[in-house]
């Protein structure tokens, strides 16, 4: 056993190679043995993929179903048993129990799919849905495994599409198909016509959809397809003006703020974002952003000048010591500055901060509080687990780790 220890350091990459040159037994032995790592176990699990033992695979069995087993080595075994017809009625009970260790029912789903278990479809097309990745790749690859039993129309006929979840594995399928996937962007659902805008490859029959008038928002996602298939801004352009250039009204949020964060966040905004927005950012120039450098030393003179002390700028990333942001800090003593990369935007806890003044004198702007609580409505932006709506301060003084 020490000598797949080695193989498997705590520092660096498993010897994957030399792992699936040990007998399957032995592989099968260690991953049973607790007194190994956990983290180890887990590793070893994949190294057994086409040849578990026969033996072993109750013992292997009983490591998935025992809730003191770490999750990890669980679920890894999950994926390694998964074609073993005899999980089946322990995984449909999982479910009901609901096992409180992390990642192991949505395992447990997705080995019923794989099994072919036809009564975890909704759940897995639930589960597919998921604004987590992870969690969509869970989900999608246990409806893959019920298509692969089943075929696709008989798992489509199950679902049906009253539900978003079931309109988007509807949608997934056709085109994998390769079928025409256009009607989709007019879902009532944002989610799936923003899929269906991604998924999209003919832009042929997307500019014979928009000669077609279709419903305002599908003709935005249109128009965002077509560009991201051509690139052609100026065909685009047509379009907008055409369709009478729509736009999100925020009410307070003035020209150069909107510039600012449109150009900034449109591009990745999350998939129930107004579409308006990316077709804003397409068809308007981007603001100037300023240079980092110059402003921050304009803003350190101001303050110097003021009398406020201001040490030496860093970034949102190094101030909180971890992740990245749009902004720097200036500390003056016990009060903070924060100066904006997306433009001439400064702030700080108070309104009434010394350094207001100064800083506007040099040309910045400040926003204070009733202009930095405007939310930007439609325009979703991931922000620590959330998919919503911002403001203007947290927008333009963004910072995640």
């Not at 033992?53 to 179903?65: F, K, M, N, S, Y």
């Not at 397409?282 to 240079?291: A, F, H, I, S, V």
């Not at 100064?358 to 991931?382: K, S």
Request: glycine letters at 8%; aromatic letters at 6%; a negative charge.
């Amino acid at each position: 056993m020490r000598k797949i220890d080695k193989l498997i350091p705590e520092w660096g990459q498993p010897d994957r190679v030399a792992l699936h040159a040990h007998t399957p037994d032995t592989l099968a032995r260690y991953v049973l043995d607790t007194g190994n790592a956990w983290w180890r176990r887990r590793i070893c699990a994949p190294a057994l993929a086409g040849r578990v033992p026969e033996a072993r695979v109750r013992g292997l069995v009983d490591r998935i179903q025992d809730e003191e087993e770490t999750a990890e080595v669980r679920i890894a075994l999950l994926d390694l048993l998964a074609g073993r017809t005899e999980l089946l009625p322990w995984l449909r009970d999982e479910e009901r129990r609901g096992d409180g260790s992390y990642g192991v029912a949505e395992a447990a789903l997705k080995a019923r799919g794989l099994l072919g278990d036809r009564t975890a479809a909704p759940a897995l097309s639930t589960l597919a849905a998921s604004p987590w990745q992870h969690w969509r790749e869970v989900g999608e690859a246990g409806l893959d495994g019920l298509v692969e039993h089943h075929g696709a129309d008989a798992i489509l006929a199950e679902l049906g599409e009253d539900r978003p979840e079931d309109r988007r594995f509807a949608l997934r399928t056709w085109h994998h198909a390769e079928r025409d996937v256009t009607p989709y962007l007019a879902d009532p659902d944002r989610g799936i016509a923003y899929l269906a805008q991604s998924l999209v490859a003919d832009p042929a029959r997307l500019r014979a959809l928009l000669d077609e008038a279709p419903a305002p928002e599908a003709a935005v996602r249109a128009a965002c397809a077509l560009h991201r298939l051509t690139e052609d801004t100026a065909e685009i352009r047509r379009i907008d003006e055409r369709i009478g250039s729509p736009r999100t009204e925020v009410d307070g949020l003035d020209e150069e703020l909107r510039r600012a964060i449109v150009h900034e966040y449109a591009p990745w905004c999350e998939r129930q974002s107004d579409p308006r927005w990316l077709l804003e950012a397409l068809c308007t120039e981007p603001p100037d952003r300023p240079d980092p450098d110059g402003q921050l030393a304009r803003a350190i003179a101001a303050l110097t000048t003021a009398g406020l002390a201001p040490d030496p700028p860093v970034s949102a990333g190094d101030h909180h010591q971890q992740g990245e942001g749009t902004y720097h800090v200036i500390s003056c003593g016990d009060e903070d500055v924060y100066i904006s990369v997306l433009g001439r935007f400064v702030t700080g806890h108070d309104d009434r901060h010394p350094a207001r003044r100064p800083l506007e004198e040099a040309g910045f702007r400040w926003i204070e509080g009733a202009t930095g609580g405007i939310r930007v409505t439609g325009l979703c932006v991931y922000h620590f687990g959330g998919r919503e709506p911002l403001d203007v301060h947290t927008l333009l003084f963004y910072w995640q780790d």
